[in-house]
């Protein structure tokens, strides 16, 4: 059974930092690309980023509203992947999702995780 | 940047056909996946590459893509249908996924 499991969600000041980290169990983490996906209370969904996986170098793309404050990164021999959050703002307080990406051309989010509160308030 | 188009809602009555779409510029080019959301829920992946229903799926979820609109069908919708649905593609552009502003299905 897949499993995507989150951690590390919190209260944070603004301009503070925080790491979310997403232990994946139950496939072979190392083939997937995975990405990050949030959803602020009572809105939509919104992709923040995606890491690909060794084959494609392990290269990350992010959201322009994210980039160059977040850093994703993964460890395959752990099966786990990192959200590091810098120099948050209030318009991230949101539930983020760890995602797999599907191996079939469109990549679709084929498993989300349940998902961790980060709340960016003074 | 890449922007796709969801109306905020959409109202059915029970055992009726809802039609949802999602517009975006040539998007008939780019594969589009539907994801069900419901409340205090992970979103599930409905549909994917415009066509295809994962496993568990049930059959009266279809979708299409053509031109500048994809289509999310729910045939027959039962009261379990009730979500919030949101659509998303790629932007190769921009290397980023883009996902529309969901619509809230009703069964009333």
């Excluded at chain 1, 850093?71 to 120099?87: E, P």
């Excluded at chain 2, 109202?11 to 009726?16: E, K, L």
């Excluded at chain 2, 994801?35 to 299409?64: C, M, N, W």
């Excluded at chain 2, 979500?83 to 593609?89: P, S, T, V, W």
Aim: charged fraction near 15%.
């Amino acid at each position: 059974e897949v499993q995507l499991v989150e951690s590390g969600g919190g209260l944070v000041q603004p301009g503070g930092s925080l790491r979310l980290s997403c232990t994946a169990s139950g496939f072979t983490f190392s083939d997937h690309y995975m990405d990050w996906v949030r959803q602020a209370p009572g809105k939509g969904l919104e992709w923040v980023g995606r890491t690909r996986n060794k084959a494609n170098s392990y290269t990350t793309e992010y959201a322009a509203s994210v980039k160059g404050r977040f850093t994703i990164s993964r460890d395959d021999s752990n099966n786990s992947l990192s959200l590091q959050m810098n120099s948050l703002k209030t318009e991230d307080t949101a539930v983020y999702y760890c995602v797999r990406a599907g191996i079939s051309g469109s990549r679709p989010f084929d498993y989300w995780g349940q998902g961790t509160l980060v709340t960016v308030s003074s | 940047s890449y922007e796709l188009t969801q109306p905020p809602s959409v109202s059915v009555s029970p055992g009726q056909t809802a039609s949802i779409t999602c517009s975006g510029d040539k998007l008939g080019g780019k594969y589009v996946c539907w994801y069900q959301q419901k409340p205090g829920q992970s979103p599930v992946l409905v549909i994917y590459a415009d066509t295809k229903r994962p496993s568990g799926i049930p059959e009266r979820f279809s979708g299409s893509n053509s031109g500048n609109t994809a289509t999310l069908t729910v045939s027959g919708t039962q009261a379990v249908d009730e979500a919030d649905y949101y659509c998303q593609a790629w932007d190769s552009s921009t290397s980023s996924v883009v996902f529309g502003g969901g619509t809230k299905l009703s069964v009333l």
